[in-house]
Each structure stands twice: as structure tokens, then as C-alpha cells.
């Protein structure tokens, strides 16, 4: 940890400590330490803090100016804490930020896209003779549970970040993803799945999600949006590629050595990423949880935003294949379509991350989720061709991952100064919660229940309900994101925020 003389940065640079208070030089005993630390033990550095006002809308790392009695507490803390060999003194910027970019991809492409691919998996369980006669609604809850694990122990691991280090609780994460595929290879029955490939899966995705996407915005300020979106953006491209691939395994190699496959092989891959994973700077941790984050207007509206929208998210992901096949294309175009979306996800987080950094990070969130919303209300409830539903898909897949780019990247802007960003990320993730349970179940109970059967005992599948539910959940999504838009921006509605 950085004693007030020069260090070397994990790029090679000599660092150079932010803090010039002459103290920082000072040798000062145990007892000594112990002392100042005793005495400042119940002073709250948010309201120290406070003296200062820092913009975070800044291309600029903000210039912090700090009290005595908090350049005390920062050298006590420095001096007194044990070697953590997850803390790198480095700049912000630097080369190793990268590395920490092309790890957050790798766990991307096995905790968010195989989940998000779930659609080709619940086409394959619907003709299984093991699963016959099961509802829509019973074989999505299996992917809705997979991805509800995320927002459900995000906070919690959030915090074990913060207090273990993101190395440790990603490995716990690969491991949880490796052993649920494995056991759900075996099962035979639709509540073990549920069990398995449904919750295990989801306490995996959180545990290897949640480390790599928190310390991620610490380590870039010129370039975090353009970082984040590159690292998230493993999700998309994952899905591009695992739809026809998870496809291909199940119908050369059958649903369960598909599981098993992929659990491994996932597994291993995030295990390996997580070893890279490490924090920029020194925080201290503190111990409270901070709830009083629920009590700030703005931070209602977002999690508000967290909430609603994820009700909606994963509908185009989970019954575009189905939907598919009503109009007459085959399951391999199902399949294609799904990953289709998720290519054109991974390409808007990329694209729509970059272009944040120069039009503003909460601006262009706003504009994802207006042209997300746009594309399902007036495109999707005409897509009837193969040629049609891919314009929908590329609509829109490209602006729904500028959203889930820019939404830790937005909680950072917002709420990074106060410590302990992890957990604060991770109680936006919790959201997510309700929505990923229970809205592609919600949806597939809304085509179960306008399915008729004809006269001559054709079976007419209706989707356009579940179309308007989604399209509601992201009109009401994007009316929150303005008020938060135009309540940061001083109700100046072009203005870089």
C-alpha cells in the first residue's frame, strides 16, 4: 500500500501519491496510528466530503480536495491496512485498465449471454418427451430464475467485492456456473431444472457478473464509457455466437451433454478471467450498506427504471424463435434470430458506449431505451417475414445494449463518489429482480392464454398482448430516464449529462 513515497504502477509508471499534506511523510508509530484513527473513528467522510463539489459529468478525473482531518484518516487507513494484492496504485486510463476490459468481456460471454440465450433451450424443452405437456409458462421460469439470480444476490455480492476482492467472489461464481449445468444434465424433471440450470445458475451469474462490471468504471474516466461498453458488450457477441452453437450441440449431441459442455468449458473460461481481476485504488470499506441511497429522489427514479424495464427485457430474447416458427421459418432461423440480437446488442453496446462518452452518459441511456421502446410498439406487431423480424431484431438489439452498457456506467457518474461502488451497483442490479422472475413468465402466460383453437383444430398463437406488455414496461422506463435526464441537467434539455 502506497506510505507517501513513490510506486511503481502496474503499467510501469511511478506513481505519484494524490495527497501533498506534509503528514503523509511522517513515519508515525502503531500507537500513534491508533490514536488518530481512534479519534476519527466517528467522523463521516461524506459529510467532510460535502465541502467539495465535484462534477462528475467532467471528461476530467475530478481534483479532490480533502479536510486535514480526512488526510489523516487516508494515511491512517493506508498505514494500518495489510497488503491486498487485488489493489493496484495505478492511474486511471491505464494499459492495465485494458486487461481488466478484456476479462469483464470473457465473463460476459458465459454469465449474461447463456442465460440470454435461453430461448433456444426453451424451444428444445418444449419438444422433449421428458417435458411433454409442460406449459410455456413452467419452461421459462427455468431461464427467468437464471437470469433473476443476478439482481437477487447482486447486493450481496456487491458487498463480498468490496470486502473480499473481485478475484475471489468471480472464482466462487464459475464454480456455482460449472457444477448447476453439470447437475442439471441429470435431471429429470422440470422442477430440477429449475433447481439447477433456474437458481444455481442465477447465484453463479451474480457472483461472476457483479465483480468485473463494479470496479470496471474506476478504472477509466476519458474512456469509460467506451470501456464499459467493450467489456459488456461480451454478452452480446457471446449470444451472436451461442444461439446456433447451443443449437447445433443439442441436436448433434442432445440438451444434456450440451449442459455439460458448456458448464465446463464456461466455467473454466470465467475462472480463468477472474484472475485478472483486480481495483484501481484504496478504498475504504465501510460498514453500512448504505441504504440511504433509497432515499435520494434521483436514485429512486433509476432503480424505479431497474425495475420496470427488466419486466420487459428479456421477452424479444426468450419467444423470437417460437414467434418465428408461427410465420413459417424453421428452428435453425429461430435460432439465428436469437443470436442475431445478440450480435446487434454487443455491437450497440460497443458503438452506443463510445458515443456517451462525447454526448453524455445519462443522454444517451435516455435515447437507447426511447428507440428500444419505439422498435417494439411500431415494429415488432408488423413483423411477419423472416425480413421483417430481423429488422426488429437489429433495432432493437442495437439500442436495448447501449442500455445495459450505460447503466453501471451512469450509477458510477451518479453515485461513485460515495464509496463502496460495488454495493451501490449492486443494489441498482437488484432491480432487476422481480422483472427477470416473473416477466417472460407473465409474457408466456399472456400467449398461453390468447392461444385458440380453430374450428378445423389448427392452434392460433397470439402474441401481440405479450408485445404491448413490453412495449408499456419500456414507455414507462424511458418516461422516468427524462425526468432523471432533466433533473440533472437542470431542466436544460440540450445539455451534456
Known amino acids: 500500500m502506497p506510505d507517501g513515497s513513490n510506486t ?35 467522523v463521516e ?8 463539489k465535484i462534477n462528475n459529468t467532467t471528461d476530467e478525473e475530478p481534483n479532490r480536495r480533502y479536510s486535514s482531518e480526512l488526510d489523516l484518516q487516508h494515511i491512517v487507513d493506508e498505514q494500518l491496512s495489510l497488503k491486498d494484492d487485488t489493489i493496484v496504485n495505478a492511474e486511471a486510463d491505464s494499459a492495465y485498465g485494458w486487461i481488466i476490459v478484456v476479462a469483464g468481456f470473457m465473463i460476459n460471454v458465459f454469465s449474461i449471454a447463456l442465460p440470454a440465450s435461453y430461448g433456444v433451450f426453451q424451444q428444445a424443452y418444449k419438444e422433449l418427451p421428458e417435458f411433454e405437456g409442460t406449459s410455456s409458462l413452467a419452461i421459462a421460469f427455468i431461464g427467468s430464475l437464471a437470469n433473476a439470480g443476478l439482481p437477487l444476490f447482486s447486493i450481496l455480492a456487491g458487498r463480498l467485492v468490496d470486502q473480499y476482492g473481485p478475484c475471489v467472489v468471480c472464482l466462487v461464481g464459475a464454480l456455482f456456473i460449472l457444477v448447476s449445468m453439470v ?23 451474480s457472483l461472476a457478473h457483479i465483480p468485473g462490471i463494479s470496479i470496471l468504471p474506476d478504472w477509466f474516466v476519458k474512456r469509460r464509457g467506451l470501456a464499459t461498453g467493450i467489456a459488456v458488450s461480451g454478452s452480446g457477441i457471446g449470444g451472436l455466437i451461442l444461439g446456433p452453437v447451443l443449437r447445433y450441440l443439442i441436436s448433434h449431441v442432445g440438451w444434456r451433454w450440451t449442459l455439460r459442455i458448456i458448464g465446463i468449458f464456461g466455467g473454466s473460461i470465467i475462472a480463468i478471467s477472474a484472475m ?13 450498506m448504505h441504504f440511504s441511497n ?23 430474447f426468450f419467444y423470437i424463435p417460437t414467434y418465428a416458427l408461427k410465420y413459417g421459418m424453421t428452428i435453425e432461423q429461430g435460432a439465428l ?60 438489439g ?8 450505460l447503466t453501471s456506467t451512469v450509477t458510477a457518474q451518479l453515485f461513485g463518489a460515495n464509496g463502496n461502488i460495488a454495493t451501490v451497483t449492486g443494489m441498482i442490479f437488484n432491480g432487476y429482480l422481480f422483472g427477470d422472475l416473473f416477466g417472460t413468465p407473465i409474457a408466456g402466460a399472456m400467449i398461453d392464454h390468447f392461444t385458440v383453437t380453430l374450428p378445423d383444430g389448427a392452434v392460433s398463437v397470439n402474441y401481440l398482448p405479450s408485445i404491448l406488455f413490453a412495449g408499456l414496461c419500456f414507455a414507462v422506463g424511458s418516461m422516468l430516464l427524462m425526468s432523471i435526464k432533466m433533473t440533472v441537467g437542470n431542466r436544460k434539455f440540450f445539455i451534456k449529462v
Open 45 to 52: 467522510l461524506e459529510d467532510i466530503c460535502q465541502v467539495t
Open 276 to 288: 485478472f481481476l483486480k481495483v484501481r485504488t484504496f478504498r475504504k470499506i465501510r460498514k453500512e
Open 398 to 405: 442495437y439500442f436495448i445494449g447501449g442500455f445495459v452498457c
Open 337 to 396: 434470430l436469437v443470436g442475431i440480437l445478440s450480435g446487434a446488442s454487443g455491437l450497440g453496446r460497443v458503438t452506443l458506449g463510445f458515443a456517451s462518452d462525447h454526448l453524455g452518459h445519462i443522454n444517451t441511456l435516455t435515447g437507447c431505451l426511447i428507440s428500444a421502446t419505439l422498435g417494439i410498439l411500431l415494429v415488432w406487431p408488423f413483423a411477419i417475414s423472416f425480413n421483417g423480424i430481423l429488422a426488429f431484431v437489429l433495432i432493437y
Open 183 to 205: 447437475i442439471a444434465s441429470f435431471s429429470t424433471a422440470v422442477w430440477q431444472m429449475i433447481i439447477t440450470q433456474g437458481f444455481l445458475f442465477g447465484v453463479g451469474t
Open 8 to 42: 511503481t504502477s502496474a503499467d510501469g509508471s511511478a506513481w505519484q501519491p494524490v495527497d501533498t499534506n506534509p503528514c503523509a511523510s511522517a513515519q508515525l508509530t502503531h500507537i500513534e496510528l491508533e490514536s488518530i484513527k481512534s479519534t476519527l473513528e466517528n
Open 294 to 316: 433509497f432515499k435520494n429522489p434521483i436514485f429512486q427514479k433509476l432503480y424505479a427504471v431497474a425495475v420496470i424495464y427488466s419486466f420487459a427485457y428479456f421477452v424479444p
